[in-house]
């Protein structure tokens, strides 16, 4: 059994060149740490803006801000223990709760804004305010059957000729 292929016919590389599994195994390393590097530098980027995304939040839904509050002085009334170490993995991990608060209050304000134009279409297609939980009007025209399945598919004009 050969462990170089030099054949023509064959268009992958030869099994076993230690110099290709080197340069892979180097170029590996360096995806991993250029991945690490860049992590890295966005991780401390977050940790500058951080007091800023809090301040934006509390600008754009202060709402946000007290729920979270609430529900976290909810977690320490249920299990102290693990109130405590939520509150302490907010302290360390700061920049990624107040990103994860912003991204929250963003999406809270596009949904509002989403809701607000639909009413407004709504308001604007019936020309009068939509207080019937979004269900259309409309007028019954003719409240007996057209069509019998009793009957064997006849109309009522057809039964009775």
């Given at each position: 059994m050969a462990l170089y292929d030099n054949s023509p016919n064959n268009n992958r590389p030869a099994a076993g060149q230690p110099l290709d599994i080197l340069i892979r195994i180097a170029m590996a390393i360096g995806a991993i740490l250029f991945i690490f590097i860049l992590l890295r530098g966005l991780v401390r980027l977050l940790y500058f803006i951080a007091p800023i995304l809090l301040?934006?939040?509390?600008?754009?839904r202060r709402q946000v801000l007290i729920d979270y509050v609430v529900?976290?002085?909810a977690i320490f009334r249920r299990?102290?223990?693990r109130g405590v170490i939520w509150a302490v993995a907010?302290?360390?991990?700061?920049?990624?709760?107040?990103?994860?608060?912003f991204l929250k209050a963003m999406f809270f304000n596009k949904v509002e804004t989403l809701h607000n134009s639909a009413?407004?279409?709504?308001?604007?297609?019936n020309g009068k305010p939509a207080d019937n939980n979004g269900f259309a009007d409309y007028e019954e025209l003719d409240?007996?059957?057209?069509w019998n399945e009793r009957r064997g598919g006849k109309t009522e004009k057809e039964d009775n000729n």
């Amino acid at each position: 059994m050969a462990l170089y292929d030099n054949s023509p016919n064959n268009n992958r590389p030869a099994a076993g060149q230690p110099l290709d599994i080197l340069i892979r195994i180097a170029m590996a390393i360096g995806a991993i740490l250029f991945i690490f590097i860049l992590l890295r530098g966005l991780v401390r980027l977050l940790y500058f803006i951080a007091p800023i995304l809090l301040i934006v939040t509390a600008l754009i839904r202060r709402q946000v801000l007290i729920d979270y509050v609430v529900n976290l002085g909810a977690i320490f009334r249920r299990d102290p223990l693990r109130g405590v170490i939520w509150a302490v993995a907010g302290v360390f991990f700061y920049p990624f709760l107040f990103l994860w608060l912003f991204l929250k209050a963003m999406f809270f304000n596009k949904v509002e804004t989403l809701h607000n134009s639909a009413q407004l279409n709504l308001k604007r297609q019936n020309g009068k305010p939509a207080d019937n939980n979004g269900f259309a009007d409309y007028e019954e025209l003719d409240s007996k059957p057209l069509w019998n399945e009793r009957r064997g598919g006849k109309t009522e004009k057809e039964d009775n000729n």
